[in-house]
């Protein structure tokens, strides 16, 4: 059988959670092309132990040492053998007969990346209401990825939500960087501008858990703010390279967004020592600040970010 969809899973640490994920997508999985690319990452609890039990002919095992969730996802991505690929968290799980559904749409419209709708519920399994759509449409629609991401409200994460042509990956070099926090906000507007076809499909079929310890709002780290910034620095050089000039607005939307985030990580976390006037950070922070009062949106993310980048660190005294 010829696999059109691989279903990679980085697993660590969540000997509470696999079962549930690996129930969702094998019972579904008996009579299609797909297969189970299980990476475990080094995993120090039982939760290899729970992902043997689903082991079979239609699984790919692979080990690493602890090396994270991008490693994980770029060595489960090379060990599959499906035309694409679908990276899903082993806390999170799939909605019953999605699967089937998904196959359908990539057999018919064999774009290059599909967008998902996605359900996110708590710890309690109850629907959170206030999780944002993917995208603003209620049909099948396919566009350029510049064009989504110019599309009001579209989001680019979580990686999630997208399964892509494993061939698109290859071609185009697409890779995870390895150590990186908040790894979906560096892959998914590089990935998106690529793409000539992202067909957004408007069922929520991914169920998406938020967890209510250790979420990237609550755990204060400063490696947030260095990554974000990396990330910045990064997409700027790839904005830098681009000529079409469809391609650079969307790229410059990508960015006013991301230093949006990145004062806000800033902002909730107070990471002290840290500031947008720092020397290494102030020029760039400046640059893309008064170009994202430009690009953006809302008129008062406009003023926002005219007075950022006249007064870096007035983010302090602004709510975003």
Request: charged content about 20%.
């Amino acid at each position: 059988m010829n696999i059109l969809l691989s279903i990679v899973i980085p697993i660590y640490k969540v000997e509470q959670y696999i079962e549930k994920c690996l129930n969702s997508i094998y019972g579904q999985i008996i009579d299609l092309p797909v297969e189970v690319v299980l990476v475990n990452d080094g995993t120090p609890d039982k939760s290899m132990d729970i992902a043997q039990k689903f082991v079979n002919n239609r699984t790919v095992v692979v080990e690493q040492e602890n090396q994270g969730l991008s490693a994980a996802r770029n060595n489960g991505m090379k060990a599959s053998h499906g035309e694409y690929v679908w990276f899903v968290d082993s806390d999170d799980w799939i909605a019953d007969g999605a699967i089937g559904k998904l196959c359908k749409y990539i057999e018919d419209l064999k774009s290059e990346v599909f967008v998902l709708g996605i359900k996110a519920f708590d710890e309690k399994n109850t629907p959170i209401d206030s999780f944002h759509p993917i995208a603003p449409v209620d049909s099948i629609k396919t566009l350029t990825g510049a064009e989504w991401i110019l599309t009001p409200h579209f989001e680019r994460g979580p990686m999630q939500i997208f399964i892509i042509q494993r061939h698109f990956l290859e071609i185009n070099h697409l890779e995870f960087v390895k150590g990186l926090l908040h790894e979906d906000l560096e892959f998914a507007p590089k990935m998106l501008v690529k793409a000539h076809r992202v067909t957004y499909i408007p069922e929520n079929v991914y169920c998406y858990l938020i967890r209510s310890k250790g979420s990237i709002t609550s755990t204060v780290n400063p490696k947030r703010f260095t990554d974000l910034f990396f990330i910045l620095k990064e997409h700027e050089t790839l904005l830098s390279s681009l000529s079409n000039p469809k391609l650079r607005k969307a790229m410059e939307t990508s960015q006013w967004m991301l230093l949006r985030t990145l004062i806000f990580y800033l902002k909730v976390q107070n990471y002290k020592g840290m500031n947008l006037c720092d020397s290494h950070h102030a020029s760039l922070v400046r640059k893309v600040a008064f170009r994202s009062a430009i690009v953006a949106s809302k008129g008062t993310y406009k003023i926002k970010f005219l007075l950022t980048g006249l007064y870096p660190n007035i983010y302090r005294y602004i709510r975003w």
